[in-house]
Nanobody
């Protein structure tokens, strides 16, 4: 499918909120599960969320459950990640990727994942 493009990253204080966007220009996201991940220096990439196509079911890792919400905007071919109550440990480069199929296994899209270049989120006081 090719890379998706992320945007919306910023510097925010603990407890703050941000909304990230994940968009595609060359194909429709409607038919694919979309995953979000983050990568902090010195840590492994963490895939923390997946939204399926069809019924739009969402799945989250425990680290973000209750604070992050993923949604689809079909009209704009965009997937959003709404983040609330941000913590310093949420700092990282946030990326999205489309799976090879419409569904998720847990909070991970099915198939090989081609992560975008990402958008930086920094949570600090």
């Amino acid at each position: 499918q090719g890379h998706l493009v992320e945007s919306g990253g910023d510097f925010v204080q603990p407890g703050g909120s941000l909304r990230l966007s994940c968009a595609a220009s060359r194909y429709t996201l409607d038919y694919y599960a979309i995953g979000w991940s983050r990568h902090a220096p010195g840590k492994e990439r963490e895939i923390f969320s997946c939204i399926s196509s069809g019924d739009g079911s969402t799945y989250y890792a425990d680290s973000v459950k209750g604070r992050f919400t993923v949604s689809r905007d079909y009209a704009n071919n965009t997937v959003y990640l709404q983040m609330a109550n941000l913590k310093p440990e949420d700092t990282g480069l946030y990326s999205c990727a489309a799976g090879d199929n419409y569904y998720c296994i847990g909070h991970v899209p099915v198939g090989s994942l081609d992560w975008g270049q990402g958008t930086q989120v920094t949570v600090s006081s």
